[in-house]
């Protein structure tokens, strides 16, 4: 076999290695960076993909591979953020001592790795669901990760709107059950392709594309789940209206 056709999982791998620094980073308070690596990951995430279909090199084990990474990338790394997000607002720092809180604090503060259960239950139901090749029937692990990022990342940013909204422990604990729902529903979640550029097909494509740049102007990092929440909402109406 040629090299070539070892760059998709190459860069797959990348995506993976990104997810476990990214883990590392969280779990020591470093919540930009951990954001960043899991940013950087996510494009090699979207480069496997289109490298594999450029030079035809697809593969059973370039499938599982790829679960693999998301699953470290976008199903567990998020929620050591978000979980650090909890720790600093419920208990007042990074660095506290989880075992000397309540019991009751305790679960809810490891209550965002029930999102990484449902993150799995999610990559495995797509791997073998023949209907969404074009477009996505529930929230996909990569978006729940991305949203959970950008927050992470405004959260120990500059005080603004968004980053004093999310300091807010029943805010925060609020994720864990929308996202858990979102990622193993059944809800249609409209394609972001276009097939073709048409106004009258593309409104709700292009009604976004206008909102997510008004929005990074607005809220730079935070933008990210701004957009993504925007998506849910959108794919919610369509599915409401037909």
């Known amino acids: 076999m040629s090299i070539k056709k070892h760059i998709p999982n190459f860069l797959t791998s ?27 990951g996510a494009l090699f995430d979207f480069s496997d993909g289109f490298a594999a279909r450029a030079l035809k090199a697809y593969s059973p084990m370039g499938k599982e591979l790829d679960s693999l990474a998301d699953m470290v990338s976008f199903g567990f790394a998020p929620m050591v953020m978000l979980h650090m997000m909890l720790k600093k607002v419920m ?23 029930v999102i990484t259960v449902f993150s799995g239950l999610r990559l495995a139901k797509f791997n073998v669901d023949t209907r969404q090749s074009e ?4 929230l996909t692990t990569t978006a729940t ?17 968004l980053s004093d909204l999310i300091h807010n422990q029943w805010l925060l604990l609020s994720f864990v059950p929308i996202f858990s729902f979102l990622l193993v529903s059944e809800v249609p979640m409209f394609s972001l392709k276009f097939k073709n550029f048409g106004l009258k097909d593309n ?14 102007i607005l809220s ?23």
């Not at 990214?22 to 308070?29: D, E």
């Open 14 to 40: 990348l995506n993976l290695f990104c997810g476990a620094l990214s883990v590392f980073a969280g779990f020591h308070g470093l919540l930009q960076e951990a954001s960043i690596l899991l940013f950087v």
């Open 220 to 242: 730079g990092m935070g933008a990210i789940a701004l957009v993504i929440a925007l998506y849910v909402v959108f794919s919610l109406v369509k599915l409401v209206v037909g």
């Open 135 to 138: 477009s996505f029937i529930g």
């Open 91 to 113: 208990l007042g720092a990074f660095d506290a001592d989880f075992f000397a809180a309540e019991l009751t604090t305790q679960i809810l503060l490891i209550s965002p790795f």
């Open 203 to 216: 409104v709700d494509k292009y009604t976004l594309l206008l909102a997510s740049v008004v929005l990074l």
């Open 145 to 161: 990760g991305m949203f959970l990022a950008s927050l992470a990342f405004v959260f120990v940013g500059e005080s603004n709107w």
